[in-house]
């Protein structure tokens, strides 16, 4: 055998090796997965909120991008807890997805639910939106400013009432009217946004922290008013509007993530395929418009920074609760 075979022999051989071992072209990778059978975003609030409103726009474009159908059930109740328990009952196929916000962090300091954690039996996925909420009240209330409500409400003869739709809003109504020493005010629990934005537009109830989306239409038709939202900048959908900081009353921030969550046990590749899916579907530009219209912004990132998300939030609420019961 000369030597110039031998030569070509090992670099044919080291050639062949080296095709073994290296990474295979993207084309030739294994596919992200999508789902076999049609896949259920469950909404554990009543419809007409934000919540919902997201959760249907990026459901559509889930069911175009996975070629299934996207159905969004809404399951209110037991402050969220029905809808978000059908989540943890299911099978971690990534067939049952949940939608949530920060007060999922609270079903455990509510009463009655004590000792029930969901976030023990949930896997974060991702965030699909954020808003700040706002501090709403009613257009025949006669005030302009949160100053201005506060100050009215201090020295009204009749009680002023504050609307809440969930244990998020509920604990920044106690944390109000704690701080604002307005202690003849009442907190009055409603079961869904809907419902709290009739009696104020009625003015049954005065004031409300709640989503922007719910309330834009009506302050659009003059029935109620925005005085503040508590981000830590102004709303793009509510320019004029100013963050609660710049109205005197900064200890009231608070962001709402959109955030979606999937039975524990889901594999890593399926939670990392459905997070890619939803950074695809927020890009579309009728779920931009939608979520725009809705007072939020698009933010998707990976399981393991909603993960730390939802950790440090939790952390803020319940650090805030301690301070400020749900008792009410």
Known sequence: MSVTFRVKHLFALSAVALAAIAPRPASAQAPL????????????YAPGGGTDTVARAVS?????????????????????????????????????LL???????LTRYTPGLRGI?????????????????????????????????VAYCGRAAQRCALGTTDNQSRLMSNQFVAETKLADAVVVNYRGTSAVVADLVANNVNMSFTGIAAALPHAKAGTLRF???????????????????????????SINWFGVFAPAGLPAPVAQAIAAALREAVQDPDVQRTIAAAGAEPVVNTPAEFAAQVRQESARLGSLVQRYSLEQ
């Open 33 to 44: 997965w999508r789902p076999a059978k049609p896949v259920t975003v469950v909404v554990p």
């Open 60 to 96: 559509r474009q889930l069911a175009v991008l996975w070629q299934q159908p996207v159905i969004v059930e809404n399951i209110p109740g037991a402050d969220g807890l029905i809808g978000t328990r059908r989540v943890m009952d299911a099978a971690p196929d990534g067939s049952t």
């Open 99 to 105: 939608l949530q916000v920060p007060s999922i962090a």
């Open 117 to 149: 954690d969901p976030l023990q039996r949930l896997l974060p996925v991702t965030a699909v939106a954020q808003a700040s909420n706002a501090i709403v009240v009613s257009a025949k209330m006669p005030v302009k400013t949160l100053a201005e409500f």
């Open 227 to 253: 005085l503040a939202t508590t981000g830590d900048r102004r709303a793009a959908v509510l320019p004029e509007v100013p963050t609660a900081q710049e109205a005197g009353f900064g200890a009231f921030r």
